[in-house]
């Protein structure tokens, strides 16, 4: 079996992306059993975690899925730097009547464990972001069955990812919601479109291409498939899904937004991100580039993103959403799916009709 070859058996060739704090347990195992793949965000995850809800998807399914990983860099800022960064957040923490964090003594989990988690948990296909593992790390997941699949922004990345032995690439347009995946280039240099980069990705490296970004519906499944890719995967349109994790104020951003509401912010996180722009993100513009790189911004913004959260205030929330958001639209996760599915037969029937005239 190869990834291609499972990617090919899939009922539904739509992946549910992976998503920090908007994807949830249940939206895995529904995409799953109705066909397409499920994924775990394994990135907030503590290491002892990984097991158990690697265990739990594979007692709901027999279908594949996987679970992802952000490949946060080990941050050791110095005093200053989160003392100066702390200071910046001040006004938002006494906007919100909180007092700013504490100097934190973790910025993040800790990425070899949490990989270690994964290798011993063996799951179907293991995906990751923001870096790029080693030839080593890849056998290692290999030698426990698992599949690999490294998120690309630029043909290069694909290159990158091939060379070390990954299985697949997630083609990750600009027009996706959430951070970017870009771990050669700087950003600037690493928004290539999802139509330019599935195209760019197939002619640089033989493996199977995932594309993502701004794929909405049936229509844009169709798309990507006859752009060449193996699977679409699809993150936004699930985040006004019955199995959604994101918070009340963030699901009343996406279901208000208007034609063209996203921007990129290196803000609330260090690492430039798709989102739905706010009060937050105009402010701090000038001075986004100065905050310290992830995941420390990230670490200490997130009380000040929790509390926004549960006061109803989405001006200090990270809106992460894609391009096409206003598309987005609620449902049962597994029923959307099988849905898109039914669209894009429709679509490709539609197309070949036009193209036999
Ligand atoms: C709210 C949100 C959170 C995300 N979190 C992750 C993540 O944890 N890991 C990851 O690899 N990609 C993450 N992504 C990016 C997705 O994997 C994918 O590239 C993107 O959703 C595709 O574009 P779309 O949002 O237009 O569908 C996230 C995207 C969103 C919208």
Redesign the pocket.
Known sequence: MSLKALLDALPVPILQ???????SPEMALKVSQAGGMGHL?G?ALAPADIGPAVAAMRQGTEAPFGI?L?MAPKARPDQATVDAALARLAPWYAELGEDPPASPNEFAPDFDDQFAAIVAAAPPVA???FSILTKGQVDALHAAGTYVIG?ATTAAEARAWAEVGADGI?A??S?????R?HFLAETEASLVGTMALVATIRAAADLPVIA?????DGRGVAAALALGASAA?????F?LSDQTA?SAPWRGAIAAAGDDPTRLTRAFTGRHARGIENRFMRELRAVENEVPAYPVQNRLTQPLRGAAAKAGEPDMISL?????VKLAGPGDAGEMVQRWWAEARAASDELAARVRR
């Open positions: 992306a992976p998503m920090v704090g908007a994807s965000a990135g992802n952000l995906s990751f972001t998120t997630s990750q347009g027009e996706a919601g959430g951070h995946g993502a970004g701004g794929i909405m995967q699809m993150g936004t349109a985040l994101a992460w959403a894609g391009q096409a």
